[in-house]
C-alpha cells in the first residue's frame, strides 16, 4: 500500500457537494471530486490489512459483510497511490462491469467493512473507484472489444437491468451473440428510470449502452415479453433465455382512501420526472409534478429519499417522509458491530435539502398511515397518520411494531408516495415462460443456481433474490453468465 502508517498520516477527505439551495434549482449530478493527488493520497489509507474484508463478500451470523463483487480494493488502491489508473483500471474491471454506476449508487458495503474504519474513518474506496473508472475514460483506457470470436450461439436476456447488462457483457466477451430485450424505450432498467438523474447522470448509462453496442450486444427497445406466445418464440430463436427484469411490484397500502386521487407508487413519480427532464427538458404537463403542493412519502430507503429531492425539485410547497420504525442510534449499536454495515442514522442529500430549504428534517419516524383523506372531487387533500411502537415478544424476544391508538394526526397533502419496496417480479412473466416463484413469489432456482424448473431458461437479479443493489444485480449478472456459457459450452472461464 502506501508508506507505512500512511492510515494515519492522511485524514480521510472526500468530496465536497455543491450547496443544497444551489443544486436543488437543476438535475445533475452535484459532487465536486477530489484531484487526482488528492485522490492518491486518499488511496494510500489503504491498510494492506491482513483480512480485507471489504471485498471478502462473506456472511457472517448471516449477515453479508463486504463487496459482493470481490472487488480487489486492496490492489486497485495501491495502483491509484501509485497513479497508475491504466492498471487500476484492469483490476478493477477484472471484477466489476460496471464501475461508473457502482461508483455512484452504491451504499459502499466495501467501506463499512474497512479495517481502517474499525478504530477511524474507513479508506474512501468508493470514491477511488470512481476516480479510476472516470480516468480510464478520460485517457482513452476504456475500448469496445472487436474481434469476439464468435461460438454460434444465441443468447436472449429479459430486462437491461444492471443484472441483465452484466450477464450481456460476460456472455458477449465470451462469443455468444446477445440480445436483450427492454419493455422501457429506453435501456438501463431502474439505472434509468428508478434512479434520479442527480444520482446517476443518464449520459453515464448512454456511454456504457454505446459501448456495448459497438462489441455486437444488440438491444431491442419497447418489446414487452409477457405472453406465452412471445416467450415461446424466443426460446425456439435462442438456446437460453435469461430473466432478469427485476422486482418491479410495488408494495401497496391497504388503508382507507387509497383510491383518492393525488396517490402514486414512488417509482412511477421518478420516472415521470426523468422521463420528462429527457424527453421534453421538464416542460409543464408532461411529468407528475409537485409543484406548490404538500407532499407526504410514505418509507425510510434511499427511493423515498429520492422522492424528497426530486419533489423539492419540482418547488413542492412542502414535503413530510414518515417512517414506521423509530430513530435509527447516531452510532453503532453493541448488537451491530464491525465489520457489519453499521445501522444508524444517516441524512442523505434530499432531507439535507429539505432542512436548508424548510428549515427542518422531513422525516417522522415511528408513524405509518392510517387513511388517506379525499374532497369531495375525489382528489387527496390530507393524510392521517397514526404513531407506532416497538413491542417485544416476552415469549419468543422478538420485537413488532403496534400502532397506538389516540395518536391519530392530520397532515395537509395533494400528493402521496408510496416508497414501500416492492415484493417480487410481476407475475405475468413468470407465468409467460413457465417458471416456478417461490414462498417470497421470486423466480425458484436451485441453491447455488440460476436456472429455473423450465429447460434452457435461467434467472438472476432483483427477479430471483428479491429487491437489493446495484452492485448484488450486478454479481447476479455476472454468476448467471457464468452458468449459462457451461450449459451451452460444456465448460466456462468466466469469472
Not at 434512479?195 to 427497445?221: C, Q, Y
Not at 391497504?254 to 421538464?282: C, H, P, Q, W
Not at 413457465?434 to 435461467?458: C, H, I, L, M, W
Request: proline share 4%.
Amino acid at each position: 500500500m502506501g508508506r507505512e502508517l500512511d492510515f494515519l498520516r492522511y485524514e480521510r477527505k472526500t468530496s465536497q457537494s455543491e450547496a443544497p439551495l444551489d443544486r436543488i434549482r437543476h438535475y445533475n449530478e452535484f459532487h465536486l471530486y477530489l484531484s487526482n493527488e488528492e485522490q492518491s493520497e486518499q488511496a494510500a489509507r489503504c491498510m494492506d490489512c491482513g483480512i480485507p474484508y471489504c471485498q471478502s463478500a462473506v456472511i457472517i451470523e448471516g449477515k453479508n459483510i463486504g463487496c459482493p463483487l470481490h472487488n480487489m480494493v486492496p490492489e486497485w488502491n495501491e495502483l491509484v497511490w501509485l497513479g497508475k489508473y491504466q492498471a487500476a483500471y484492469e483490476r478493477l474491471t477484472m471484477t466489476n462491469n460496471f464501475p461508473e454506476f457502482t461508483s455512484r449508487v452504491c451504499p459502499a458495503l466495501c467501506e463499512m467493512a474497512c479495517t481502517c474504519g474499525l478504530n477511524g474513518e474507513p479508506v474512501t474506496t468508493h470514491e477511488n473507484e470512481f476516480a479510476i473508472i472516470e480516468n480510464a475514460f478520460d485517457r482513452g483506457y476504456v475500448k469496445a472489444k472487436h474481434d469476439i470470436p464468435r461460438t454460434g450461439k444465441k443468447v436472449a436476456i429479459i430486462g437491461s437491468g444492471p443484472a441483465g447488462l452484466a450477464a450481456a457483457d460476460q456472455l458477449n466477451l465470451r462469443g455468444h451473440s446477445v440480445d436483450i430485450y427492454e419493455r422501457s424505450d429506453r435501456p438501463g432498467g431502474l439505472l434509468m428510470y428508478g434512479i434520479p438523474n442527480m444520482k446517476l447522470d443518464k449520459s453515464v448509462i448512454d456511454r456504457r449502452i454505446a459501448l456495448m453496442e459497438k462489441e455486437g450486444i444488440t438491444f431491442h427497445l419497447n418489446e414487452n415479453i409477457n405472453t406465452k406466445r412471445a416467450a415461446d418464440a424466443l426460446l425456439k430463436k435462442y438456446d437460453a433465455v435469461i430473466l432478469c427484469c427485476g422486482a418491479s411490484k410495488p408494495r401497496d397500502m391497504n388503508v382507507e382512501g387509497r383510491d383518492a386521487e393525488g396517490i402514486y407508487f414512488a417509482v412511477d413519480f421518478l420516472t415521470s420526472t426523468t422521463k420528462a427532464l429527457l424527453d421534453s427538458d421538464m416542460a409543464e404537463g408532461t411529468y407528475i409534478s409537485a409543484k406548490g403542493k404538500n407532499v407526504v412519502i410514505v418509507g425510510s430507503g434511499d427511493t423515498a429519499n429520492d422522492c424528497v429531492g426530486t419533489a423539492i425539485r419540482h418547488g413542492a410547497k412542502s414535503v413530510l417522509q414518515m417512517q414506521r420504525h423509530g430513530r435509527p442510534p447516531e452510532k453503532r449499536a453493541e448488537s451491530n458491530p464491525w465489520p457489519e454495515y453499521p445501522n444508524v442514522c444517516k441524512t442523505d442529500y434530499g432531507q439535507e435539502e429539505a432542512i436548508a430549504l424548510y428549515g427542518k428534517d422531513p422525516r417522522l419516524y415511528g408513524a405509518t398511515v392510517n387513511r388517506f383523506i379525499r374532497g369531495e372531487d375525489g382528489k387527496l387533500t390530507g393524510v392521517e397518520i397514526i404513531r407506532m411502537e416497538s413491542v417485544k415478544d416476552p415469549k419468543t424476544g422478538k420485537s413488532s411494531l403496534r400502532t397506538i391508538k389516540g395518536t391519530e394526526k392530520i397532515y395537509p397533502a395533494e400528493i402521496a408516495l408510496i416508497a414501500a419496496g416492492f415484493t417480487g417480479p410481476e407475475p405475468e412473466i413468470l407465468k409467460a415462460f413457465g417458471v416456478e416463484a417461490d414462498q417470497r413469489t421470486n423466480v425458484a432456482t436451485k441453491d447455488g443456481s440460476y436456472r429455473t424448473n423450465r429447460e434452457k431458461v435461467f434467472a438472476a437479479g432483483d427477479m430471483r433474490r428479491g429487491q437489493s443493489l446495484v452492485v448484488w444485480a450486478i454479481r447476479e449478472g455476472r454468476e448467471a453468465a457464468r452458468e449459462v456459457d457451461e450449459y451451452l459450452d460444456g465448460y466456462t472461464n468466466l469469472l
